[in-house]
Protein backbone atom coordinates (compact mmCIF):
# COMPACT_ATOMS: atom_id res chain seq x y z
CA UNK A 1 0.00 0.00 0.00
CA UNK A 2 0.45 3.41 0.09
CA UNK A 3 1.71 4.31 -3.32
CA UNK A 4 2.63 7.78 -5.56
CA UNK A 5 2.89 7.42 -8.81
CA UNK A 6 4.03 10.52 -11.20
CA UNK A 7 3.85 11.17 -14.92
CA UNK A 8 5.51 12.06 -16.57
CA UNK A 9 8.81 10.48 -15.84
CA UNK A 10 11.11 12.18 -18.07
CA UNK A 11 9.96 15.18 -20.59
CA UNK A 12 11.83 17.08 -22.68
CA UNK A 13 10.11 20.70 -24.21
CA UNK A 14 11.21 23.58 -25.99
CA UNK A 15 11.95 26.92 -24.06
CA UNK A 16 8.56 28.94 -23.65
CA UNK A 17 6.25 26.07 -24.00
CA UNK A 18 4.35 24.82 -20.58
CA UNK A 19 4.13 21.29 -18.95
CA UNK A 20 2.35 19.53 -16.85
CA UNK A 21 3.17 16.81 -13.97
CA UNK A 22 0.68 14.43 -12.37
CA UNK A 23 1.03 13.06 -8.96
CA UNK A 24 -1.42 10.58 -8.01
CA UNK A 25 -1.41 8.59 -4.46
CA UNK A 26 -2.66 5.08 -6.16
CA UNK A 27 -4.15 3.21 -3.29
CA UNK A 28 -5.38 5.98 -0.38
CA UNK A 29 -6.74 9.75 -0.13
CA UNK A 30 -4.46 12.46 0.28
CA UNK A 31 -6.26 15.60 1.15
CA UNK A 32 -2.48 16.93 1.40
CA UNK A 33 0.24 16.90 -1.59
CA UNK A 34 3.75 18.76 -1.72
CA UNK A 35 5.88 19.41 -4.52
CA UNK A 36 9.67 19.39 -4.28
CA UNK A 37 12.57 20.39 -6.77
CA UNK A 38 16.00 18.66 -6.80
CA UNK A 39 18.88 19.92 -8.66
CA UNK A 40 21.80 17.63 -9.62
CA UNK A 41 23.62 16.21 -6.76
CA UNK A 42 21.87 18.68 -4.28
CA UNK A 43 19.05 18.37 -1.40
CA UNK A 44 14.98 18.75 -2.17
CA UNK A 45 13.99 21.87 -1.84
CA UNK A 46 10.16 21.82 -1.02
CA UNK A 47 8.35 24.63 -3.32
CA UNK A 48 4.60 23.80 -2.44
CA UNK A 49 1.69 22.59 -0.48
CA UNK A 50 -1.19 21.48 -2.03
CA UNK A 51 -4.32 20.96 -0.85
CA UNK A 52 -7.54 19.39 -2.38
CA UNK A 53 -9.77 21.73 -3.05
CA UNK A 54 -8.09 24.92 -2.04
CA UNK A 55 -5.17 27.50 -3.45
CA UNK A 56 -1.14 26.05 -2.75
CA UNK A 57 0.82 27.10 -0.34
CA UNK A 58 3.91 28.29 -1.92
CA UNK A 59 7.35 28.49 -0.15
CA UNK A 60 9.12 31.87 -0.22
CA UNK A 61 10.92 32.00 -3.59
CA UNK A 62 8.61 30.24 -5.60
CA UNK A 63 6.98 32.15 -8.44
CA UNK A 64 3.12 30.87 -8.15
CA UNK A 65 2.32 32.24 -11.27
CA UNK A 66 5.40 30.16 -13.19
CA UNK A 67 4.08 26.99 -11.05
CA UNK A 68 0.73 26.15 -10.82
CA UNK A 69 -0.96 23.69 -9.08
CA UNK A 70 -3.90 22.26 -8.81
CA UNK A 71 -5.11 19.44 -6.30
CA UNK A 72 -8.58 18.87 -8.46
CA UNK A 73 -9.13 15.29 -6.07
CA UNK A 74 -8.22 13.20 -3.28
CA UNK A 75 -5.79 11.35 -5.49
CA UNK A 76 -4.43 13.79 -8.17
CA UNK A 77 -2.53 16.80 -7.79
CA UNK A 78 -0.74 18.65 -10.64
CA UNK A 79 2.30 20.92 -11.56
CA UNK A 80 2.23 22.88 -14.44
CA UNK A 81 5.52 24.71 -15.03
CA UNK A 82 4.18 27.39 -17.46
CA UNK A 83 6.45 29.25 -19.93
CA UNK A 84 9.43 26.70 -19.41
CA UNK A 85 13.31 27.81 -19.44
CA UNK A 86 16.13 26.34 -19.13
CA UNK A 87 16.87 27.14 -15.93
CA UNK A 88 13.28 25.65 -14.99
CA UNK A 89 14.76 22.18 -15.89
CA UNK A 90 15.23 19.83 -12.51
CA UNK A 91 13.97 16.80 -11.16
CA UNK A 92 10.59 17.56 -9.27
CA UNK A 93 9.19 15.03 -7.02
CA UNK A 94 5.57 15.18 -5.51
CA UNK A 95 4.65 13.43 -1.78
CA UNK A 96 1.44 12.68 -0.68
CA UNK A 97 0.23 13.07 3.09
CA UNK A 98 -1.46 9.60 3.76
CA UNK A 99 -3.65 10.21 7.10
CA UNK A 100 -2.45 8.29 9.93
CA UNK A 101 -0.75 8.84 13.50
CA UNK A 102 2.15 9.47 11.60
CA UNK A 103 0.93 11.28 8.86
CA UNK A 104 3.64 9.93 6.89
CA UNK A 105 4.14 11.00 3.47
CA UNK A 106 5.22 8.89 0.68
CA UNK A 107 7.30 9.77 -2.26
CA UNK A 108 6.63 9.83 -6.34
CA UNK A 109 9.28 8.54 -8.49
CA UNK A 110 10.28 12.11 -9.73
CA UNK A 111 9.98 13.33 -13.22
CA UNK A 112 12.91 14.90 -15.13
CA UNK A 113 11.81 17.81 -16.79
CA UNK A 114 14.70 19.25 -19.22
CA UNK A 115 14.26 22.69 -21.23
CA UNK A 116 16.11 22.97 -24.57
CA UNK B 1 12.35 28.64 10.28
CA UNK B 2 13.72 25.28 10.64
CA UNK B 3 17.38 24.14 9.10
CA UNK B 4 18.54 20.55 9.12
CA UNK B 5 22.61 20.32 8.43
CA UNK B 6 24.95 17.19 7.73
CA UNK B 7 28.55 17.79 7.49
CA UNK B 8 29.80 14.78 5.46
CA UNK B 9 29.02 15.47 1.60
CA UNK B 10 30.83 11.72 1.28
CA UNK B 11 31.18 8.80 3.56
CA UNK B 12 33.00 5.54 2.72
CA UNK B 13 33.16 2.48 4.72
CA UNK B 14 34.05 -1.72 4.19
CA UNK B 15 31.13 -4.37 3.75
CA UNK B 16 29.99 -5.56 6.40
CA UNK B 17 31.33 -2.45 8.87
CA UNK B 18 29.85 0.05 10.66
CA UNK B 19 29.43 3.86 10.04
CA UNK B 20 27.77 6.44 11.11
CA UNK B 21 25.80 9.21 9.02
CA UNK B 22 25.76 13.00 11.10
CA UNK B 23 22.71 15.41 11.17
CA UNK B 24 21.77 18.29 12.96
CA UNK B 25 18.95 20.97 12.85
CA UNK B 26 17.66 23.84 14.38
CA UNK B 27 14.22 24.24 15.40
CA UNK B 28 11.95 26.40 18.03
CA UNK B 29 9.03 23.81 17.87
CA UNK B 30 8.99 21.46 21.01
CA UNK B 31 6.84 18.57 18.52
CA UNK B 32 8.71 17.78 15.72
CA UNK B 33 9.89 14.33 13.47
CA UNK B 34 13.11 13.50 11.98
CA UNK B 35 13.69 11.39 9.35
CA UNK B 36 16.43 9.32 7.33
CA UNK B 37 15.81 8.74 3.88
CA UNK B 38 17.78 6.99 1.22
CA UNK B 39 17.75 8.23 -2.24
CA UNK B 40 19.63 5.66 -4.81
CA UNK B 41 20.32 6.33 -8.51
CA UNK B 42 16.82 5.53 -9.10
CA UNK B 43 16.01 8.60 -7.01
CA UNK B 44 12.66 6.43 -5.34
CA UNK B 45 13.09 8.18 -1.99
CA UNK B 46 12.86 5.87 0.75
CA UNK B 47 12.26 5.86 4.42
CA UNK B 48 14.93 4.07 6.39
CA UNK B 49 14.06 5.08 9.98
CA UNK B 50 11.72 8.11 11.66
CA UNK B 51 11.53 8.98 14.96
CA UNK B 52 9.56 11.33 17.14
CA UNK B 53 10.62 14.16 18.92
CA UNK B 54 8.97 13.42 22.30
CA UNK B 55 10.28 10.01 22.20
CA UNK B 56 13.20 9.65 24.56
CA UNK B 57 13.85 6.46 23.14
CA UNK B 58 16.13 5.79 20.02
CA UNK B 59 13.90 4.65 16.96
CA UNK B 60 15.84 0.94 15.53
CA UNK B 61 14.96 -0.74 11.90
CA UNK B 62 16.62 -3.67 11.77
CA UNK B 63 20.55 -2.97 10.46
CA UNK B 64 19.52 0.61 10.99
CA UNK B 65 19.69 2.90 14.35
CA UNK B 66 19.63 6.32 15.35
CA UNK B 67 21.29 8.40 18.20
CA UNK B 68 19.06 11.55 18.99
CA UNK B 69 20.49 13.89 21.34
CA UNK B 70 17.16 16.65 21.68
CA UNK B 71 19.06 19.27 23.70
CA UNK B 72 21.61 18.78 21.06
CA UNK B 73 19.42 18.31 18.05
CA UNK B 74 21.31 16.15 16.96
CA UNK B 75 19.98 12.90 14.55
CA UNK B 76 22.92 10.64 13.32
CA UNK B 77 22.41 7.67 11.66
CA UNK B 78 24.45 4.30 12.22
CA UNK B 79 23.80 1.43 9.66
CA UNK B 80 25.53 -1.68 10.91
CA UNK B 81 27.04 -4.75 8.89
CA UNK B 82 26.56 -2.59 5.73
CA UNK B 83 25.65 -4.10 3.00
CA UNK B 84 26.20 -3.18 -1.29
CA UNK B 85 22.88 -2.28 -1.65
CA UNK B 86 23.49 0.71 1.05
CA UNK B 87 25.26 2.36 -1.32
CA UNK B 88 23.28 5.73 -1.65
CA UNK B 89 22.45 9.33 -1.42
CA UNK B 90 21.15 9.70 2.66
CA UNK B 91 18.93 12.66 3.75
CA UNK B 92 18.30 14.11 6.99
CA UNK B 93 14.77 15.49 7.27
CA UNK B 94 12.85 17.62 9.90
CA UNK B 95 8.76 18.09 9.57
CA UNK B 96 7.35 20.00 12.16
CA UNK B 97 4.39 18.15 14.05
CA UNK B 98 0.88 19.47 11.82
CA UNK B 99 -0.79 19.57 14.83
CA UNK B 100 1.13 21.57 17.42
CA UNK B 101 0.12 24.30 15.37
CA UNK B 102 -0.56 26.20 12.24
CA UNK B 103 1.75 26.10 9.58
CA UNK B 104 2.29 23.27 6.33
CA UNK B 105 4.15 20.70 7.70
CA UNK B 106 6.58 19.86 4.61
CA UNK B 107 9.70 18.37 4.85
CA UNK B 108 12.54 20.24 5.44
CA UNK B 109 16.28 18.27 4.08
CA UNK B 110 20.07 18.62 5.00
CA UNK B 111 22.07 18.28 1.70
CA UNK B 112 22.53 14.48 1.64
CA UNK B 113 25.59 12.21 2.85
CA UNK B 114 26.78 9.99 -0.14
CA UNK B 115 27.43 6.72 0.99
CA UNK B 116 29.87 4.76 -0.41
CA UNK B 117 30.36 0.92 -0.18
CA UNK B 118 33.80 -0.68 -0.62
CA UNK B 119 33.39 -4.21 -1.31
Known amino acids: GAVVSQHPSRVICKSGTSVKIECRSL??????MFWYRQFPKKSLMLMAT?????????EQGVEKDKFLINHASLTLSTLTVTSAHPEDSSFYIC????????????FGPGTRLTVL | AQTVTQSQPEMSVQEAETVTLSCTYD???????LFWYKQPPSRQMILVIR??????QNATENRFSVNFQKAAKSFSLKISDSQLGDAAMYFC????????????????FGKGTHLIIQP
Open chain 1, 95 to 106: SARRQSSYNEQF
Open chain 1, 27 to 32: DFQATT
Open chain 1, 50 to 58: SNEGSKATY
Open chain 2, 27 to 33: TSESDYY
Open chain 2, 51 to 56: QEAYKQ
Open chain 2, 93 to 108: AYRRDMYSGGGADGLT
